[in-house]
C-alpha cells in the first residue's frame, strides 16, 4: 500500500466552481502534512500547509483527519489558474526529514 | 543564487551510458533531497543530505545511483550504465534547516535515456 494516496483525476470543473480533493495516508505516526502544487512541466511549490485544527488562505481551505488519517483540500470560487496537479505531502518526522509525495490530482477548470 | 539551479535542463543519454546531474542550492541551505518523478507519478524521494552527511539514501533505485555532496553545497547525482527505466525528471530541493518545511525545488532535469 502506497504511504499516500490520491484520486488521480482528472477533476474537470466549471470556473466559479467549488471543489474539492481528498488523500489518505497509511503511517499513523504522521506529523506533518502539505498541499502542493504543479504546473504542467514545472517543479512542484508549496501551497499550504495543513494544521490539526483546518486552516485557511483565501479561496483554499485545507482540512486534517487524524482519526481517519485523510486531508482534504477545498477551492472555493474556482479560476482558470487553479489548472494544475494537486499533490498531497505528509512527513514522518520521528523518522527523518524527507516529505512524502501521493501522485497527485490533476484539475481541469474549464471556461 | 536566488534560487535552486539544476543543470542541465534536459538531458538524452544512450542505455549504458553515464551521466551526471547537478544541483545548486540556496546558499546556506542546510538541507538537500534528491527526488525522482516519472511521467503521471508524483516525486518519489531518492537521497538526502543534511550539509556534507549523506543523512537517508534508502530511495536510490539501484547501486547504479550514487549522490554526494563533497562541501556541503553543490550536489551531484550520477547514474551509471543507465536503463530506459531511468527516464524522468530528476528534481532536486533544498531547505535551511532540517524538517519538513522551507523545500524550495528546483525546475529539474529532464533525463530520456534512448
Known amino acids: 500500500r502506497k504511504e499516500v494516496e490520491q484520486d488521480p483525476g482528472p477533476f474537470n470543473v466549471p470556473e466559479g466552481a467549488t471543489v474539492a480533493f481528498n488523500c489518505t495516508y497509511s503511517n499513523s505516526a504522521s506529523q506533518s502534512f502539505f498541499w502542493y502544487r504543479q504546473d504542467c512541466r514545472k517543479e512542484p511549490k508549496l501551497l499550504m500547509s495543513?494544521?490539526?485544527s483546518g486552516n485557511e488562505d483565501g479561496r483554499f481551505t485545507a482540512q486534517l483527519n487524524r482519526a481517519s488519517q485523510y486531508i482534504s483540500l477545498l477551492i472555493r470560487d474556482s479560476k482558470l489558474s487553479d489548472s494544475a496537479t494537486y499533490l498531497c505531502?505528509?512527513?514522518?518526522?520521528?523518522?527523518?526529514?524527507?516529505?512524502?509525495f501521493g501522485k497527485g490530482t490533476r484539475l481541469h477548470i474549464l471556461p | 543564487g536566488a534560487g535552486v539551479s539544476q543543470s542541465p535542463r534536459y538531458k538524452v543519454a544512450k542505455r549504458g551510458q553515464d551521466v551526471a546531474l547537478r544541483c545548486d542550492p540556496i546558499s546556506g541551505h542546510v538541507s538537500l533531497f534528491w527526488y525522482q518523478q516519472a511521467l503521471g507519478q508524483g516525486p518519489e524521494f531518492l537521497t538526502y543530505?543534511?550539509?556534507?552527511?549523506?543523512?537517508?539514501k534508502s530511495g536510490l533505485p539501484s547501486d547504479r545511483f550514487f549522490a554526494e555532496r563533497p562541501e556541503g553545497s553543490v550536489s551531484t547525482l550520477k547514474i551509471q550504465r543507465t536503463q530506459q527505466e531511468d527516464s524522468a525528471v530528476y528534481l532536486c530541493a533544498s531547505s535551511l534547516s532540517p524538517g519538513p518545511y522551507g523545500y524550495t525545488f528546483g525546475s529539474g532535469t529532464r533525463l530520456t535515456v534512448v
Open positions: 505531502v505528509v512527513n514522518v518526522r520521528n523518522r527523518d526529514d524527507k516529505i512524502i
Open positions: 543530505f543534511q550539509n556534507e552527511a549523506q543523512l537517508d
Open positions: 495543513v494544521y490539526s
